[in-house]
């Protein structure tokens, strides 16, 4: 099975600034013969169901403001919230579906 | 508008089983691979089980293998996750999710229903 390990499990951030939340994957989640990294984030507040931000490791999803971005390749990947907004709170999951589907163990997103 | 309702959770005994569904509309059903996860109060989530369109290949996370069964019927719109052999570490809310259409064109759990809370417990 491949693992999917986020980093830090928890971060406070001030109003506007950045966050950065971090993914890696066990083994490499590129896949060679289309070159997509079979990566999604989801973002998941207080009594909600997840809801799909980021497919493709860095495609958002329609709606999906552009202060949410996803880089990275291979077994390493970054959700980065450029300006953090109040409605930002939440946990967020990265997920690979390169091999059935596994979810990292979440990260949640506080204001400072 | 796309609509996943999950119904079938309850409190259970060890050992015992049950039967969720979800009710699928406002898309082409029968053209999407379907997934379940689940959540353990206060944990994280954790995929349980995916099957494609006809329901011919049907995965599962390895904690679930041998007790759990997917299903769908594609002419009720309907998706199913039989669960036996139900133990305490099986309590969450389980969430029915729509999964691909076409591999590699997009992906991604894009749907989700609201939930629907199983409880293993004596």
């Known amino acids: 099975d491949i693992v999917m390990t986020q980093s830090p499990d928890a971060l406070a951030v001030s109003l506007g600034e950045r966050a950065t939340i971090k993914c890696k994957s066990s083994?490499?989640?590129?896949?060679?013969?289309?070159?997509?990294?079979?990566l999604a984030w989801y973002q998941q507040k207080p009594g909600q169901p997840p809801k799909l931000l980021i497919s493709?490791?860095?495609t958002r999803e329609s709606g999906v403001p552009d202060r949410f971005s996803g880089s990275g390749s291979g077994t390493d990947f970054t959700l980065t919230i450029s300006s953090l907004q109040a409605e930002d709170v939440a946990v967020y999951y990265c997920?690979?579906?390169?091999?059935?589907?596994?979810f990292g163990q979440g990260t949640k997103v506080e204001i400072k | 508008e796309v609509q996943l309702v999950e119904s079938g959770g309850a409190l259970v005994q060890p050992g015992g089983s049950l039967r969720l569904s979800c009710a699928a509309s406002?898309?082409?059903?029968?053209?999407?691979?379907m997934s379940w996860v689940r959540q353990a109060p206060g944990k994280g989530l954790e995929w349980v089980a995916n099957l494609n369109q006809g329901g011919s290949d049907k995965y599962y996370v390895g904690s679930v293998k041998g007790r759990f069964t997917i299903s769908r019927d594609n002419a009720k719109n309907s998706l199913y996750l039989q669960m036996n052999s139900l133990r305490a570490e099986d309590t969450a809310v389980y969430y029915c999710?729509?999964?691909?259409?076409?591999?590699?064109?997009?992906?991604?759990?894009?749907?989700w229903g609201q939930g629907t809370l199983v409880t293993v417990s004596s």
């Open positions: 999710a729509r999964d691909f259409a076409v591999a590699g064109v997009k992906e991604g759990l894009d749907y």
């Open positions: 406002g898309f082409a059903f029968e053209n999407h691979w």
């Open positions: 493709w490791a860095s």
């Open positions: 997920q690979q579906y390169y091999r059935t589907r596994t």
């Open positions: 083994q490499s989640v590129l896949y060679s013969s289309n070159n997509k990294n079979y």
